[in-house]
């Protein structure tokens, strides 16, 4: 059975049994803090767990994507490890309990594939379950008629679940396949879980934990508002068992990248047993490659481009190793265009806009492959040069450092490092490395831990929600409204009844016309009147997800919670901002339009007159594209488009084209903002009526803020033509300056500037021979101090430090080589002195040094060698002290 047509049974069981089918949130795990990426089915219904918002159905089902990379280094060690796989969850939000969801598990499990199960066999499944668990117990003993020896409690470790954060957990039950004696041992899960693979976890969701600092350390700080239902069947798991294979590597949606990856190494696939500790290390490699690859495919799909920083280092981490395993099995080409199309074509039947959006995918890919073989050559120059010295010292082995250097600055692997070492007759210092390693790691873990925020911190801002519901945002229909204040909250998040003139507070209402920040928009601000008090609105938050929060000064009077009042906007404010909004919406379907479907936004911010927009590209946008995105763009306000938004479906906004970000969650209704039938986005914030308010467009710069992402800046309406103005009195007090036509100004200054730069030159070639054409006459005019020639003189004011240099050494070389010689230059600048001072081969011979007298001079400052040193910084009134210490250095010395 394919792992689609799983898939699709999954869903089709839980349909029929009152479930509702929800979509799958984007890998990448906008709403929470905690996470990088989605880690679990049950993520995006974590705020139904906890209560935070009303969940619109009592049940649900999906087949979530995850990531998991805390076990990187197991894949392909074992059949249990993946970096991406997918989860089939069913869930219940106060439905149904452990009696209800036992059996649908069951049912699913054990009905033959003709009826539209999975036909497992009844006699090979055994159940987990929490050690204190008897009613999960008693209901397999009597609903399935489980057999009791095949039911096995267990602890916290293998049977109490949580996301490993705060948030919601609870006991578990887990269901494990007998895949025969061929696997391991008999016995059941306890013994070996090769043989025994869980494949089905019913989480019974019934607390809130906080204070994790384990899997079986935490503090359950109460029981969630209802129990809930949280179950999990890794689908490439039950693929493995339905199709028969080993592991998942072998599995349909995988196999095709790995027997790719062997085809083009020349490896042989299948060397290793069926227990975990029996993998061939070619095995391995080759599961990591397919795992990898897919895994690399599945994020840059939902929008993840590689980087140095969060998921885009994970991301780039990954396809690294992936090409390392390449590499480590002799293949020494381009990896991901061999391999990438093939996990498109494995995962497009699941996930058809993967192969839509392929070429965005591809070029993100085969350009990170491109960055890192460049680093693997300049690593691999770097690895050289250190074994050569390693050799000479006659050292035994490179050092840790060396190593961990390579593998930080230059992101070169330590298993190349080993590698190339190896075939040197070197050892590498690994315990050096992995402790400098483990010492980045505890940094990076003390640097998230001290960022991160748990779910309890918001416990104010849920109690208000909880307490009066959903705030309603008006601002789409109106600036202004009448409205009742719900809540007053104090800087530590406490209630306050009232509150006075000049204090600052977060205040809460029933209903509110102020856009709260979010999605690159900027929140409004304005004036809140309630009873006798005034208050500045300076801020809009949305803490929690339907609660909007005004922070805001008492500039009179008093406020009380429960009092009506007048908000009022910041009306200017809001249309600034609004042209800048949807003034990001056109110049985004323009980028689009000349750089390819590949161009999606990243990011951006809407102020009042201005934006910012960042987009993916691979490379730089040329002078004359951006000229031209700017010239579409200002056509399209000339054309005066109407602007309009409307609510629809995911469904159905997909159908007709709308954009949706990359790594943004939508909810099953989305509001789609159109100007005329140029662009269409999926949006929630606020928009102009028409194009032609927009008034002009103008692109400031184009620059890079990352690896594949490039930042367009741009000015909008009357800040726009402000710009315009300005530059136009430049130009034109130029055109003055240079009595020529505006048109002609730019080649005037060019040509200025080149006849500047060439007259900088020959100055230079004239000081250089002023300073130098005495040099002879200098040396001519040494003096004798106890047999050493001495020349102490002072260079013509202005003279460039290399000129300084030059005339020392030149002084020098006219001296007679077979007599003792020290020739001391000062020079001032800019207010301060400088001392260069050279020494011949004769002088050495005497014991004289350069770098000794420089520092004599400076008390210790300076620097060179015996040959030449120099040092400075001193005064410039102290230039005959200088000298004369360098003088009285040479006769003592003499």
Same mark, same amino acid.
């Given at each position: 059975m394919r792992t689609a047509e799983i898939k699709r049974r999954y869903l089709a069981h839980f349909e029929a049994n009152g479930h509702t089918v929800v979509p799958s949130a984007p890998l990448p795990a906008i709403d929470d803090p905690n996470l990088l990426f989605i880690n679990a089915g049950m993520v995006q219904f974590v705020p139904f767990f906890l209560g935070q918002r009303t969940p619109p159905y009592p049940r649900a089902v999906s087949v979530q994507k995850c990531i998991r990379t805390p076990d990187i280094d197991e894949v392909g060690k074992t059949?249990?490890?993946?970096? !991406?796989?997918?989860?089939?969850?069913?869930?219940?939000?106060?439905?149904?309990?452990?009696?209800?969801?036992?059996?649908?598990a069951w049912e699913l499990s054990t009905k033959p594939v003709e009826q539209g199960g999975f036909g497992l066999d009844p006699e090979k499944i055994w159940a987990t379950v929490y050690l204190d668990d008897d009613e999960a117990i008693e209901i397999w003993k009597q609903q399935p008629g489980m057999s009791p020896d095949r039911i096995v409690r267990r602890g916290k470790k293998d049977n109490f679940w949580s996301m490993g954060i705060p948030?919601?957990?609870?006991?578990?039950?887990?269901?494990?396949?007998?895949?025969?004696?061929?696997?391991?041992?008999?016995?059941?899960?306890?013994?070996?879980?090769?043989?025994? =693979?869980?494949?089905?976890?019913?989480? !019974?969701?019934?607390?809130? *934990?906080?204070?994790?600092?384990?899997?079986?350390?935490?503090?359950?700080?109460?029981?969630?508002?209802?129990?809930n239902i949280d179950t999990g069947m890794g689908l490439e798991r039950i693929a493995s068992i339905l199709q028969g294979k080993d592991n998942l590597y072998e599995i349909d949606e995988v196999w095709p990248v790995l027997a790719r990856a062997a085809e083009l190494t020349g490896t042989t696939y299948g060397k290793s047993g069926h227990a975990a500790s029996e993998s061939h290390p070619d095995d391995v490699r080759l599961r990591v490659i397919a795992d990898h690859v897919r895994t690399s495919l599945m994020l840059i799909g939902d929008g993840v481009t590689p980087s140095n920083e969060g998921r885009g280092y994970v991301l780039r981490r990954i396809m690294r190793r992936a090409i390392r395993s390449m590499r480590l099995l002799g293949w020494q080409g381009q990896s991901f265009q061999e391999l990438l199309p093939v996990a498109r074509d494995c995962m497009s039947p699941s996930y058809p806009e993967l192969a839509e959006e392929f070429g965005r995918i591809s070029t993100y890919a085969y350009a990170e492959e491109d960055a890192f073989l460049s680093t693997l050559r300049a690593g691999t120059t770097i690895l050289d040069t250190a074994i050569t010295e390693t050799k000479r010292a006659k050292q035994p082995q490179l050092s840790g450092d060396k190593a961990f250097q390579l593998h930080d600055t230059y992101g070169f692997p330590i298993d190349l490092t080993l590698e190339i070492a190896q075939e040197q007759g070197l050892e590498v210092d690994q315990d050096g490395f992995r402790r400098l390693m483990a010492d980045q790691r505890a940094r990076a873990k003390a640097d998230a831990a001290a960022r991160k925020t748990g779910h309890t911190d918001l416990s104010a801002y849920r109690s208000v929600l909880d307490q009066g519901g959903p705030v309603e945002f008006t601002g789409y229909a109106e600036v202004s409204r009448e409205s009742r204040v719900r809540a007053l909250l104090g800087g530590d998040g406490e209630a306050l009844p009232v509150a006075g003139e000049g204090d600052y507070v977060e205040l809460v209402l029933d209903h509110t016309p102020f856009y709260a920040e979010g999605g690159g928009q900027q929140a409004d601000t304005g004036i809140i009147n309630v009873g006798g008090g005034r208050l500045e609105v300076v801020d809009v938050q949305t803490p929690v997800p339907g609660l909007i929060v005004h922070k805001a000064r008492v500039l009179r009077g008093e406020v009380r919670t429960g009092e009506a009042g007048f908000a009022e906007i910041d009306v200017t404010r809001r249309?600034?901002?609004?042209?800048?909004?949807?003034?990001?919406?056109?110049?985004?379907?323009?980028?689009?339009?000349?750089?390819?479907?590949?161009? @999606?936004?990243?990011?951006?911010? $809407?102020?009042?007159?201005?934006?910012?927009?960042?987009?993916? @590209?691979?490379?730089?946008?040329?002078?004359?594209? =951006?000229?031209?995105?700017?010239?579409?763009? $200002?056509?399209?306000?000339?054309?005066?488009?109407?602007?309009?938004? !409307? *609510?629809?479906?995911?469904?159905?906004a997909r159908r007709l084209g709308a954009m949706a970000l990359f790594?943004?969650?939508?909810?099953?209704?989305?509001?789609?903002?159109?100007?005329?039938?140029?662009?269409?986005?999926?949006?929630?914030?606020?928009?102009?009526?028409?194009?032609?308010?927009?008034?002009l467009v103008k692109i400031l710069t184009e620059s890079s803020i990352g690896s594949?992402?490039?930042?367009?800046?741009?000015?909008?309406? *009357?800040?726009?033509?402000?710009?315009?103005?300005?530059?136009?009195?430049?130009?034109?007090?130029?055109?003055?300056? !240079?009595?020529?036509?505006?048109?002609?100004?730019?080649?005037?200054?060019?040509?200025?500037? @080149?006849?500047?730069?060439?007259?900088?030159?020959?100055?230079?070639?004239?000081?250089?021979?002023?300073?130098?054409?005495? #040099?002879?006459?200098?040396?001519?005019?040494?003096?004798?101090?106890?047999?050493?020639?001495?020349?102490? @003189?002072?260079?013509?004011?202005?003279?460039?430090?290399?000129?300084?240099?030059t005339l020392a050494q030149e002084i020098r070389g006219?001296?007679?080589?077979?007599?003792?010689?020290?020739?001391?230059?000062?020079?001032? #600048?800019?207010?301060?002195?400088?001392?260069?001072?050279?020494? $011949?081969?004769?002088?050495?011979?005497?014991?004289?040094?350069?770098?000794?007298?420089?520092?004599?001079?400076?008390?210790?400052?300076?620097?060179?060698?015996?040959?030449?040193?120099?040092?400075?910084?001193?005064?410039?009134?102290?230039?005959?002290?200088?000298?004369?210490?360098?003088?009285? #250095?040479?006769?003592?010395?003499?």
């Open positions: 059949s249990r490890h993946g970096t !991406f796989f997918q989860m089939n969850g069913n869930f219940s939000f106060g439905d149904y309990f452990k009696a209800g969801a036992i059996p649908l948030g919601p957990a609870g006991p578990c039950s887990e269901l494990y396949y007998d895949r025969g004696p061929a696997y391991g041992p008999d016995g059941g899960p306890e013994v070996d879980e090769d043989r025994f =693979l869980e494949y089905w976890n019913l989480v !019974f969701m019934q607390h809130e *934990i906080t204070d994790v600092k384990s899997k079986e350390d935490f503090t359950i700080v109460g029981d969630l508002p209802k129990q249309k600034a901002i609004s042209r800048s909004h949807t003034a990001t919406h056109l110049i985004h379907q323009t980028m689009r339009a000349f750089l390819g479907e590949s161009a @999606t936004q990243a990011g951006s911010l $809407n102020a009042p007159g201005r934006l910012r927009f960042d987009f993916n @590209t691979p490379g730089a946008v040329s002078p004359d594209v =951006l000229f031209d995105v700017e010239q579409q763009v $200002n056509e399209v306000l000339l054309r005066d488009l109407e602007v309009h938004a !409307f *609510i629809t479906s995911q469904e159905e790594g943004e969650k939508y909810g099953d209704e989305v509001r789609v903002v159109e100007v005329g039938d140029y662009a269409r986005e999926l949006c929630g914030g606020t928009h102009v009526a028409r194009s032609g308010q927009l008034g594949g992402v490039r930042r367009v800046e741009a000015l909008v309406g *009357i800040d726009a033509f402000g710009f315009l103005a300005k530059e136009h009195l430049l130009v034109s007090r130029l055109a003055e300056l !240079f009595r020529v036509p505006g048109e002609q100004v730019a080649d005037r200054v060019e040509q200025t500037v @080149t006849a500047l730069r060439d007259a900088e030159k020959e100055l230079e070639k004239l000081r250089a021979q002023m300073v130098l054409g005495g #040099a002879g006459a200098l040396a001519q005019q040494a003096r004798d101090l106890g047999g050493v020639a001495f020349v102490g @003189t002072e260079a013509p004011e202005g003279a460039a430090g290399n000129d300084v240099r006219k001296i007679d080589q077979s007599r003792p010689a020290v020739v001391a230059v000062a020079a001032r #600048a800019n207010g301060k002195a400088s001392l260069i001072v050279a020494v $011949n081969a004769a002088g050495k011979s005497r014991g004289l040094s350069a770098s000794d007298l420089v520092k004599g001079a400076l008390s210790g400052r300076g620097g060179g060698n015996a040959d030449l040193a120099q040092g400075g910084g001193v005064p410039a009134d102290q230039v005959p002290s200088l000298l004369a210490a360098v003088e009285k #250095a040479v006769v003592e010395a003499a």
